[in-house]
């Protein structure tokens, strides 16, 4: 295996990815170093994980048992059948231990010399700082380091862009360095086509294809609920909601926490509340959006423009549990999708997930629809992101002008909403939370019209009655 840029880094550093294409024998490598390591320095922990233990014991634990150590049972404990097995223990008192990462949180008190994280794609990046401050065994070992195996995924991945950091040396494993590949096996790689063969025979970071935020990463920008809680909570500022009104395709309510950066653009959002949910009516909603101000003290608003009537409503009954001094909370977002010199609602999503501004806690489901549940359907944004794809002509070419309507995109609608307000918001002399003010006509005026710039659905224009 080579190390990308400098051959002569040294392999001792804390963090290590192998990365390479199928086939190319990487678990293989990283079982027959930790077996060279717990032989060499007595008393060793180890600590072997992928996303779940069925698939580390289906996967690591076959390869390691009826390859690495074949007839040498040296490091078994025991009599018992292989998936009963949760840890080796060798004569001189090295340790390896297998877990799953189900909930990564119960292993970051424990002490390990080497951690190996498998098919680490699968895992979020919380997963791996939490398993970081565990590497200080010291138990005989000269050095402590975790190391992460994987076939290539989306360019955007956090393993990538770590990787591309002095943080962790990057090693590339070619097909070269496993004899045992076969050249069917080689030929069936070969078959894949676009992606899937980019990633599994050419060993490239590629995003999919077609999708209109080809940024996003789930495994990035998905965090733990108590990740968020214990690390990110606190660093939130202030709180604003978004909403894409929806009632035979769904209607969405969004709450956003905002981190303050030294710049405006250096914000970020976190989605720590939703409502997704279909034949709701407005009433409804609007419970809902005083029920979010209620718990978080909302700056704003942005909404759909196509309803004012909607906006109007919103506005009223926050006016009614605020009081009489009430600003305008609900208003027109800007929607859009597109702009001239300044980045559209499309644009600045894609820069948000590029740059790591924009992230998801899980968890924040606040209802779940049934009826999209049984349907298949998405019943949370997260669920849209990875199928909101270009619309194609019908000569099968991308148009990167307009997102496919066919797809559910009611979540990623209120998104860019999100994201106009937090970067492109024209507030510039007001630091958010501001001073409520009472609600004259004019506001009323203003959160009503429909303005041809703002690109919305043109269903309406005028002042409400």
Request: include cysteine; aromatic fraction near 10%; charged fraction near 30%.
């Amino acid at each position: 295996m080579e190390a990308v840029e400098d051959p002569a880094a040294p392999t001792r550093q804390r963090e290590v990815l192998i990365e390479g294409p199928r086939g190319t024998g990487k678990t293989r490598a990283i079982l027959e170093y930790v077996n060279v390591l717990c032989r060499a320095y007595p008393g060793i922990r180890v600590l072997w994980c992928r996303k779940t233990l069925k698939s580390l014991r289906e996967s690591v634990q076959v390869i390691w048992e009826d390859i690495v150590l074949a007839g040498d049972r040296i490091c078994i404990v025991g009599h018992g059948r292989r998936h009963s097995r949760a840890y080796y223990t060798y004569p001189n008192g090295s340790h390896i231990v297998l877990e799953g990462l189900e909930d990564s949180s119960r292993l970051k008190s424990s002490e390990w010399d080497i951690i190996c994280i498998f098919e680490a794609t699968e895992v979020s990046v919380t997963d791996w700082f939490e398993l970081l401050p565990a590497l200080r065994g010291e138990r005989g070992a000269p050095y402590q380091q975790a190391i992460a195996d994987c076939n290539p995924a989306s360019k955007y991945h956090w393993l990538n862009k770590r990787a591309a950091t002095d943080a962790m040396l990057r090693l590339k494993s070619k097909h070269k360095d496993n004899p045992s590949v076969t050249e069917a096996y080689l030929d069936n790689l070969r078959s894949y086509t676009g992606t899937m063969r980019r990633r599994y025979y050419l060993g490239e970071w590629v995003s999919e294809e077609g999708l209109v935020w080809e940024t996003y990463d789930e495994h990035t920008h998905r965090i733990k609920r108590r990740y968020f809680e214990e690390h990110v909570a606190e660093e939130i500022k202030w709180h604003f909601a978004s909403m894409d009104w929806g009632f035979r395709h769904a209607g969405v309510l969004q709450v956003w926490g905002v981190t303050k950066g030294a710049t405006r653009d250096e914000d970020c959002i976190y989605r720590v509340a939703e409502w997704y949910a279909t034949q709701k009516d407005l009433d409804w909603w609007a419970a809902r959006a005083c029920e979010a101000d209620e718990e978080y003290g909302l700056s704003a608003i942005p909404c759909d423009p196509s309803r004012p009537d909607a906006i109007k409503l919103f506005n009223q009954r926050l006016a009614d549990r605020r009081g009489a001094d009430s600003s305008a909370c609900a208003r027109k977002a800007k929607n859009q999708k597109h702009a001239g010199r300044d980045m559209g609602g499309l644009d600045l999503v894609r820069w948000g997930f590029r740059e790591d501004r924009i992230f998801f806690v899980e968890g924040s489901s606040r209802y779940v629809d049934k009826a999209l549940e049984e349907a298949g359907d998405p019943v949370a944004t997260e669920e849209e992101l990875l199928a909101y794809t270009w619309l194609k002509a019908d000569d099968g070419k991308e148009v990167k002008e307009e997102p496919d309507p066919v797809v559910a995109q009611d979540g990623c609608d209120a998104v860019r909403y999100a994201a106009m307000f937090a970067w492109r918001r024209e507030m510039e002399e007001l630091e958010p939370p501001w001073e409520p003010k009472p609600l004259s006509y004019a506001d009323w005026a203003d959160v009503g019209v429909y303005d041809a710039e703002d690109e919305g659905d043109g269903r309406w224009a005028g002042v409400p009655e």
